[in-house]
């Protein structure tokens, strides 16, 4: 996701206070910057050449709860069978993930009856629609358009490619876990849906946690992954009021386990270094009233992480951190 387009305005510069999470840090982060540190002594996949700096120390997230089975092997269960077609696209340097149900009976484990909302961030097709997706839709503070066609990579591997890739491997995990998923979209619609659309999915869901998968177009050089916050937002059909904290605490149990599953540091253009920022301007989060964030796991436009995000290993790795957060988010 681009910070150049509709309903991604540019985030405004803020210096976040982190003394409300120094518990927080001392719990959490020592633990994921270990596992972070080990992983760039031994070598990064997709090119990484341990130039990501020890700014994921800064990386704020909450006391841990009682790790998941998950936690316990992140990373290590393996890509699934790849497709060279799930996408509707050629074979190419990238395999993706089998698309399965939307949602299906949840298999015994720690999330039995917790429903959880992915949302694949754009759609392939939205280049093909644009019409549509520039018909502007109330976000409940403002008006804007319906999607975006999301970044790409310099070689061409598309956001859109991208997140319905992790979403999918995400999805398989957290089954596993015994969640119920839902997704916003599965490849299975010819565009969009709009953000409000998706903000209502989640809503009607009764979600338990709703994640927005996305990855950046920012310039060459800004590296990093990072979690995007709802802020206190109040006006018109909006009214994040109700799920400020809990999304926050969403929020940083994902940044930290995406540290220490990928190996990635916290962005280095955006968030300080806590690999967190909070923004009001994004409809999907302005009109949701279940805890949600977005996650760009990477900046596209980069190559040392488009290098990773066309990574079959990098993208499983991806949906486990995410994973792992979202199960620490939600066991009792």
């Known amino acids: 996701m681009s910070y150049v387009g509709p309903d991604f305005d540019p985030p405004q510069p803020r210096r976040f206070r982190r003394a409300p999470l120094t518990v927080a840090l001392a719990a959490l982060v020592p633990g994921a910057l270990l596992g972070w540190l080990v992983y760039e002594a031994v070598g990064a996949p997709g090119g990484g050449d341990g130039s990501d700096k020890a700014a994921g120390g ?3 997230a909450s006391a841990s709860k ?3 089975a998950s936690s316990s092997s992140a990373g290590g269960s393996g890509s699934p069978a790849a497709s060279a077609t799930d996408d509707g696209e050629k074979p190419g340097t990238s395999s993706s993930t089998p698309a399965s149900p939307t949602s ?3 298999a015994s484990g720690p999330l039995r009856g917790k429903v959880v909302v992915i949302d694949p961030g754009h759609n392939s097709g939205n280049f093909q629609h644009t019409a549509d997706i520039n018909r502007k839709v109330n976000i409940g503070t403002n008006w804007k358009e319906c999607d975006t066609t999301g970044t790409s990579t310099n070689a061409g591997y598309t956001e859109a490619r991208f997140t319905l890739d992790v979403a999918r491997r995400l999805r398989t995990i957290l089954q596993k876990e015994g969640a119920t998923v839902k997704f916003t979209q599965d490849g299975d619609r010819s565009w969009g849906p709009c953000v409000d659309e998706r903000a209502r999915i989640g809503n009607r869901a009764h979600a338990d946690a709703v994640v927005s998968i996305h990855a950046d177009g920012s310039a060459a050089g800004n590296r990093g992954f990072h979690v995007i916050l709802p802020g206190a937002v109040h006006g018109g059909a909006a009214d ?3 799920i400020v904290a ?5 929020g ?3 940044a930290g386990n995406f540290v220490r599953v990928t190996g990635s540091a916290p962005s280095n253009y955006v968030g300080d ?5 909070t923004r009001e301007d994004l409809g999907g989060l302005n009109l949701s009233t279940v805890p949600k964030v977005f ?3 990477a900046n596209m436009r980069d190559g040392k992480d488009a290098a990773r995000v066309t990574s079959d290993a990098w993208r499983q790795k991806a949906a486990q951190g995410i994973s792992d957060g979202i199960v620490n988010f939600l066991q009792p």
């Open 295 to 297: 996650i760009e796991c």
């Open 58 to 60: 800064t990386t704020s």
């Open 246 to 250: 809990s999304s926050r605490d969403l």
């Open 66 to 68: 009682k790790s998941s």
């Open 104 to 106: 299906g009976p949840a």
């Open 273 to 277: 270094g806590t690999g967190l920022v």
């Open 240 to 242: 994040t009021r109700p």
């Open 252 to 254: 940083e149990r994902i």
